[in-house]
Nanobody, 124 residues
């Protein structure tokens, strides 16, 4: 298990941008996958994007607007969020897990380490 520290959330107007960062405590190896999830009160945690494997993967609602990337030298994963909408408002969490397929997964049960969360609020 690794320790994750996520940050970069804030309050923006619709159409604006934010970049979330997740610092990983140690090198995790080539079988590691990283994901970003979000959750609003009363709803289940939703997978937003993941990286590790053949290609990054995104939930349909953020395709074309969000980009996940990883800097291995800095042990950091990013989520660039452009064209933000009010429905993107949520607590965002980064997560780490072990890749068990060619493509990373957006199922939360496949991740065993989680950041503390960073709040994103988008006003219309």
């Amino acid at each position: 298990q690794v320790y994750l520290s996520d940050s970069g959330g804030g309050s923006v107007q619709a159409g604006g941008s934010l970049r979330l960062s997740c610092i990983i405590s140690e090198y995790t190896g080539s079988d590691n996958v990283m994901g970003w999830f979000r959750q609003t009160p009363g709803k289940e945690r939703e997978g937003v994007a993941c990286i590790g494997g053949v290609t990054p993967y995104y939930v349909d609602s953020v395709k074309g607007r969000f980009t996940i990337s990883r800097n291995y030298a800095a042990n950091t994963v990013y989520l660039q969020m452009n064209g933000l909408k009010s429905e993107d408002t949520a607590m965002y969490y980064c997560a780490a897990g072990i890749r068990d397929n060619l493509r990373c997964s957006l199922y939360s049960y496949k991740y065993n380490s989680w950041g503390q969360g960073t709040q994103v609020t988008v006003s219309s």
